[in-house]
């Protein structure tokens, strides 16, 4: 995660081989990675923002010829590129020139170019720029398939749903650095933020909050409007003593809501609320 010109493109950039590092070291599958290493460039399937596909060129004549590029042949490239047609829902249009298909289209043979040789590790900058939400939530459970097929993924994005659907472990990078880095549960204890349990409720509201606050696990019981506010970690844990609580002290309980602390939060706290361009 990172906002624009943080860096995300090129630490990818030299994590695939293709820009020379100052410094540090790259394994992929074992193996170095620079910008010579040939061997080790053929574990990585690297999918960039910019489109790269030719449009007056069908959908299976793209797939041949990058297949190619990646030593594949006969039978084994034409059986691999009809699975990845048939897994990037483009078999019905694979005689169709690339020029023709939609943005979400394009995007779904991009990321499909970028599996043909079954690589260890499947890198993909910012696949969902641009598309409709049909295509976009396409391109997400894709990438949620592969990674449960065991396969290790390297997503870079400035969308945090993105990023809390799809990662295990996740990276805020700004300014070139990588700012955290953990998973999503540890990212956000960084910011000390607890979860909220919002109660719609009528009847004994008053003396409910006060029962509540005084719990041991609950850190503040606020209410107004009908509403009970309550801050509390790990709140799913504890649900079914809050709700006790309430109805044990007069409060009849019409909904309930628990709300998390979310990535955005983590990350303005890490890179700041200036605008970047």
Do not use: W
């Not at 596909?53 to 990058?66: G, S």
């Not at 749903?161 to 700004?174: F, M, N, V, Y």
């Not at 909220?196 to 019981?221: H, I, K, M, Q, Y």
Request: negative net charge.
């Amino acid at each position: 995660l990172g906002p624009n010109g943080a860096g995300k493109t090129t630490t990818i950039s030299m994590l695939c081989g293709l820009l020379r590092r100052d410094g540090g070291e790259v394994f992929v599958a074992g193996r170095p990675v620079d910008i010579g290493a040939t061997d080790a460039k053929a574990s990585i399937g690297y999918v960039p923002q910019d489109l790269a596909i030719y449009p007056d060129l069908t959908a299976r004549e793209n797939l041949r010829f990058f297949g190619r590029l990646q030593r594949l042949g006969g039978r084994e490239l034409d059986r691999r590129v009809d699975e990845i047609l048939a897994m990037t829902d483009l078999a019905d249009r694979a005689k169709d020139r690339v020029d023709s298909f939609s943005g979400g289209m394009k995007r779904r043979l991009n990321i499909g170019i970028g599996l043909l040789h079954r690589p260890a590790l499947l890198v993909l900058d910012e696949p969902t720029v641009g598309v409709d939400p049909q295509s976009r939530n396409a391109i997400l459970s894709s990438v949620a398939d592969l990674g449960r097929e065991g396969m290790a993924v390297l997503y870079t994005t400035h969308y945090m749903e993105e990023a809390e659907r799809l990662c295990d472990r996740i990276g805020i990078i700004d300014e070139g650095r990588i700012k955290a880095e953990g998973t999503r549960r540890e990212l956000v204890a960084l910011v000390g933020q607890k979860d909220r349990v919002d109660l719609v409720a009528s009847g004994a509201v008053g003396p409910a909050t006060a029962a509540l606050g005084a719990l041991d696990f609950v850190e503040e019981a606020t209410s107004g409007d009908g509403r009970i506010e309550i801050v509390v970690d790990q709140a799913r844990n504890h649900l079914p003593r809050i709700l006790e609580t309430a109805a044990d002290s007069g409060a009849i309980v019409k909904s309930v809501e628990v709300v998390e602390p979310d990535l955005e939060a983590v990350f303005l706290h890490l890179t700041g609320k200036a605008l970047r361009d």
